[in-house]
Each structure stands twice: as C-alpha cells, then as structure tokens.
C-alpha cells in the first residue's frame, strides 16, 4: 500500500539513550506531522513541517526532542537523554500540501518504551 | 491554548442503535472540527469534519453537528453496526487546514451484536 510507513513498529530502549523514530509519508505529500499518544489519551500535536522547513514547532515538549526533514519527504524524530516518560505512541501524518480541504492521513505509529 | 474536552469517555450500545459523542472546545478562534476513528494498533483515521461555517454536515450513518455559541460539537451515528466499535477523538483546530490538531481525550464506543 502507499500509507504513511513509521519504523520502528516498536522500540525499547534505556533511559538515558538516544533513539531515531522514522516516517515516510505518502509520496507527493508536501505536509508532514508528528503527533505523540500516550496510553488512554488523545494525540498531542509535537511539530508540523511544510516542505523541509519546520512550519510550527510549539508542540514540542523540550530541548531533547528534535526532528528534520531534509529533503522534503522523509522525516525523522530525534529524541536524546530518554525518560520513562516520554514512553508513548509517535504518531506521523501526512497531507498533499496542508490546504484547507486535503486530509492527512496517519501511520499505525511507532510505540517507545523507555525503561 | 486550545483545550477540547470530550464526553462520554466510554460508551456502550446495542447494534442497530445510534450513539452520540459531545466535544467542547474553549478557543472561540478555532474554526476546523474533524473527528477521527482509532481502530486497536492502528493510527487515527478521518470519518468527517466540519468547518465553522457549517452547522450540520452528514455522510450516510454519521453526523457530525457544530453550535459555536455555545462552543461545542457532537458526532452522531446512526443504526450502529459491531464494525463501528473503536476509539473515537474530536479535534479542534485554529487553522483550518487542520495543521495544528487539539485532541479531545477519547471515546470507546462498544456496539453489542
């Protein structure tokens, strides 16, 4: 299929560590979305990209979480010094160009576990 | 910041009945609401949504209906069927393109055969 494609499905990891989350989105999209789900909750928005540039960051909860995109379609999420609470579900979404009318569509999620 | 509350967070019904999710929102400058189905293991999916200068939009079984007075939108579903059991999320968005999504907490909905 052509959906948004997040590896690793899952990832365990110490705390302290430094772990890539990566997403590729449907091919041609130019906008590109992560979002973070912890259990029983809704998705919380983390940062939203328009092309390689990020278009809004706000949602990113400090300086150990960081994510590129540098040509436009494949993004990664970088998160250093792990902590037990930062295990959750990252979520990646992609849409044609982030215009009113045009869906985006998510991945199945990558689920981090930091322990 | 926006904040999007969303009630019932668990909800039961028998199949063939009709379900109702209610949201509230708190910024009265969003003006894009969509509603997404969450299956087990799987990533949010868009059933509908609507835009603030709507009041009501439907798509076959479900409806989705929007009073920004009072700033709050519900999601209808009509002659439920065991395949619509799944976890339910409102959003609410400044932007309305949907780039930047506030999440409600989630509604488990259960049809029983």
């Known amino acids: 299929g052509a959906g948004v494609s997040q590896t690793p499905s899952n990832k365990v990891t110490e705390k302290g560590k430094y772990v890539e989350l990566r997403c590729d989105p449907i091919?041609?999209?130019?906008?590109l979305y992560w979002y973070r789900q912890s259990l029983g909750q809704g998705p919380e928005f983390l940062i939203y990209?328009?092309?390689?540039?990020?278009?809004?960051d706000s949602g990113l909860p400090n300086d150990r979480f960081f994510a590129v995109r540098p040509e436009g379609s494949v993004s990664t999420l970088k998160i250093q010094r792990t902590e037990r609470g930062d295990s959750a579900v990252y979520l990646c979404?992609?849409?044609?160009?982030?215009?009113?009318?045009?869906?985006?569509?998510f991945g199945q999620g990558t689920r981090l576990t930091v322990v | 910041g926006e904040n999007v509350e969303q009630h019932p967070s668990t909800l039961s019904v028998q199949e063939g009945d009709s379900a109702v999710i209610k949201c509230t929102y708190s910024?009265?400058?969003?003006?894009?609401f969509p509603w997404y189905k969450q299956e087990l293991g799987k990533g949010p999916q868009l059933i509908i949504d609507?835009?603030?200068?709507?009041g009501e939009k439907k798509d076959q079984r479900i409806a989705v209906t929007l009073n920004k007075t009072a700033k709050h939108f519900s999601l209808h579903i009509t002659e439920t069927q065991p395949e619509d059991s799944a976890v339910y999320f409102c959003?609410?968005?400044?932007?309305?393109?949907?780039?930047?999504?506030?999440f409600g907490g989630g509604t488990r909905l259960m049809v029983k055969p």
């Open positions: 979404a992609s849409s044609v160009n982030g215009a009113a009318s045009t869906e985006a569509f």
């Open positions: 091919s041609g999209h130019t906008a």
């Open positions: 990209f328009q092309g390689t540039g990020a278009a809004d």
């Open positions: 910024d009265s400058a969003s003006n894009y």
């Open positions: 609507i835009r603030s200068n709507v």
């Open positions: 959003a609410a968005s400044l932007d309305n393109a949907g780039n930047m999504l506030t």
